[in-house]
């Protein structure tokens, strides 16, 4: 029960007004089609670095947990999803509101996400410290293993085609090459003098995520996005919370289904609120009801987005894995704090952790109140032109890739890595498995020296790597996710091939 | 979407794979180029088959590049390519970003080109936008940007 002793710290004035800040600008952000969460947090680290380490990580948490949940505003009020997250929201969410239960929808959705965030908080703060004891036994063949194997889970889940992600997560395991070798000193692959210190983290976040968005914007043209806001009548929350309770059947299958899918990892938020949904409408004696505008449906989907998000840390304040892109980019927050997450964080850095994590159940909270009151101003700023928010952003890239070191050769790679990574994507790459490869790279090359050092002066390298219980356990999940993924690519394709056929 | 599109990137990142190769085999002290030996076998692989696929025509993963995209994007790119690589440097963070944004707002608002208030508004919205980046990391994050022309 440490956490308790750094509740205070999150009421100090800065934190306070930064997880507010944080909040409010998140569900803005998140209602905002096209801003995806992950974006959001890489554009606001520029602005961490002038706070402290747990200040800096309180406005990312809270910008995370926020831009999920807000991405329902514009789903209900717009039927468009502010982010994947909130795809199965616009199922029913939408419906409500044309059936002039947008209120009704929005407070539902609020409430839904703080029940499933305050679960999965509690449930970071609960399994965190039992696991970051448990990683303690973990060496660096386990540690090696664990890196390709965040690479490989997240290539392999995250992407339509399992090659095509697991070669984007090779891509970025090479970028994290590039520049000086830490034992040798010897320099690799620098082609270009703005790569002699290597790819910075944090300019390469911003481009990976950015960059793609801006032009994705640029190839729409000057297209008047034409989707109406729905107006919101006035509805008691009280009367929504009653309603909530009245279907806790969506709401424990919401939280449930979220919390789980969090600690997986690679697996986001898209997936936590489609399998919620399917799960409670198959569980729902009204399952006819689903898609029509039903209350379950929006409860659901809501809970289990915002369910994901805490567990989706463990593996990163644990064992210093993120297991999605989100929780790389706070990694890389963490990084530029000189603070590595791991085994040891809650031992040195025992204020930074508990703060953060305490600042995210306080966020939930502070998300449920204030969501219902932004959601309308949200949904107008949702509105905004897609040339102004494509500006804004690419504006914002600039000056932020800038910023982490005063280097305008961080700006190219920022703007190279974003332009090679949205003809990528155009051709079934995804960002996430090179993200995670760019981060874990340094960790997999430092845990695979270290090991082999250690292997060369004891058993040799095979039996160092590839025995023991814990190893081959790594090994075998890494073949199996490879395994599964490549399975259901095939059978959605026997799938695809039938259908044509039928048709 | 045709094969030549999914052959250009494929074969393009193929071409890297091997590059990587060949660096990481060749290059000296070989302790130093042990851990990207590896990624490199396996990065070329994957390429390999990716690049193989396509040219046998059996990839269909993404939604590739229309025409109309590709003229959609081509101003905005050039815009962003000059802001990124000259322009910011050149004329200075500010004066870039005031000059790259106001461009991108005329060529990409679905307001109309020729009503005389809307060029007003937009005029209006970079001035605005550049004094909160001005305020920003000028003022609040203490940023030393490249400063040439005005300000």
Redesign the interface.
Known sequence: MEFIYYFGDVFSPLSFMLLLGGTIGGLILGATPGLSPTMAVALLIPFTFQLEAAQGLILLGAAYTSTVAGGAVSAILLKIPGAPANIATTLDGHTMAKKGQGAKALQLSFLASAVGGVFGVLLLIFLTPVLSDWALAFGPSHLFWLAILGVTVIGSLDSASVVKGLLSGCIGLWLATIGFDDIMGAQRFIFHPSLGGGINIIAALIGLFAIPQVLTMFAKGRQVDGAEVIEVQKHSVLAATRELIRWPRALTIGTLTGSIIGLIPGVGGQIAGLVAYDQSKKFSPEKDKFGTGHPEGVIAAESANNAMVGPSLVPLLTLSIPGSPTAAVLLGGLLIHGIFPGTDLFDNHPDVAWTFINSMLIGQVLMCIFGLYVAGLAARVAQVPQSVMAAVVLSLSVFGAYSVQSSMGDVYVMACLGLGMFFLERFGFSAAPLVLGLILGPIAEANFTQGSMIANATVGQASYFFSGPLNLFLIFVVIASIAYSVWMELRSRRTTTKEEALA | MSRT??II??GI?FL??CW?AW?SFT???V??????R???M??VA??G??FA?ALLGK?K?????SR??????A???LV??V???WA??GLG?YTA?AG??FI??S?????SHSDIKTWVKRGI?TAV?VAV?YG??AQL??????REVLF
């Open positions: 599109q999914h990137p494929s990142v890297v794979g990587v660096i290059q000296q002290p302790e130093a180029f042990l851990f990207p590896m990624i490199s396996v990065f994957l390429a088959w990716t696929k990839s993963v993404g939604l590739g590049l109309t995209m590709v003229i959609n994007l101003p905005g790119l962003m390519l802001y990124v690589f910011a440097k963070f970003t790259a944004f991108l707002l060529l990409y608002d679905p307001a919205i936008f980046m920003l990391f994050l203490s940023v030393y940007t490249p």
